[in-house]
């Protein structure tokens, strides 16, 4: 059996190879890219890595949830807070005057309960 | 013409024909063949200013062959694991259907069964039996001793006798 005998290749295929491969020089003389064009395709990667983290930004900034501090009814807790602690961390300047009675009217309707009531006035 | 060109041109006439018919036995395939080594010659007229004659410039460009080829079948390796086929499967398929080939079917036997072996065998096997490269040439080219590569050619031959129904050899 002959080593090269079981395949063969069109006529004057090698002869073209040759001229082929012959004209590499100067194809890649012609197609020498220039500098900026080098670097076009890692300034597109850039910018599009640049409008990704924008739009991700953008996005999470209007999806996300506010800051308790931001709660309107967050002074308002404080100041209900203040006729539940003795020694009165959460004073409300502002608050007008109400009567215990308003007060307790008041918690009642939030469900808290006169046992409750009493407890905290026991000031335990 | 510059220098280079020349060296290049020369390089061309002088190893295209042998570097083309290496290539064929790795891929199985004219077009595949053809293409590959386009890509060969592109790397080997890049490099060619830094090649500074430390080794004979036989050896350097056969290496680059050997290493583009290589590279080439890793990557349809990876392909064909994409399209969950598997290489070996896809080349034995090339072989079948090889509109240039033209052997007897001990001879397209052997090229199946050359698959099979492991890459470096293969190798060894491709370069000795149809590349006709002495032991010295491969030794240099692949950076083993002739000694190994003696081993590497005895197994790779027992396992394909082990394979074909005709001792090829």
Redesign the interface.
Known sequence: ?T???????PEGY?ED??K???A??QQ?AETKPSNIRRFTPYLAYAASLAVMVMLGTFILRKTAAPAVQEDPYWDYYAYLADGLDPDGYYEYTDAEELSEEDIMNYLLADNISLEQLAYYEEGY | MSENEKIFNQIVRDYSERLWWHVRRFVNSHEDADDLLQEIFLKVWAALPSFRGESQLFTWVWRIATNETLNYLRKEKVRAALRFSSVDAEMERRIQADPYFNGTAVEKELAKAVLKLPEKQRQVFIMRWWDDLSYEEMASITGTSVGSLKASYHIAQEKIRSMISVDPF
């Open positions: 059996m080593r090269k005998s079981d395949i063969f290749t090698f190879l040759q082929r491969l012959c590499i020089p890649e």
